[in-house]
């Protein structure tokens, strides 16, 4: 089955989901910023730390 057709069967299931992210110093939903700032957002880079840290 196709990713689209599996998603279009599923519609009536599917929740919105909302993301938060920390704007100065508080948490903003993503949906709330502006075109620039969304495409800014959709441009960042994943920090991710090893489980080896000392």
Not at 19 to 38: D, L
């Amino acid at each position: 089955m196709k990713k689209q057709e599996l998603l279009e069967k599923n519609e009536s299931r599917r929740t919105k989901c909302i993301v938060y992210t920390r704007v100065m110093g508080y948490h903003r939903p993503v949906e709330s910023f502006n075109i620039g700032k969304k495409g800014e957002h959709k441009q960042r880079v994943r920090f991710v730390e090893s489980k080896n840290c000392l």
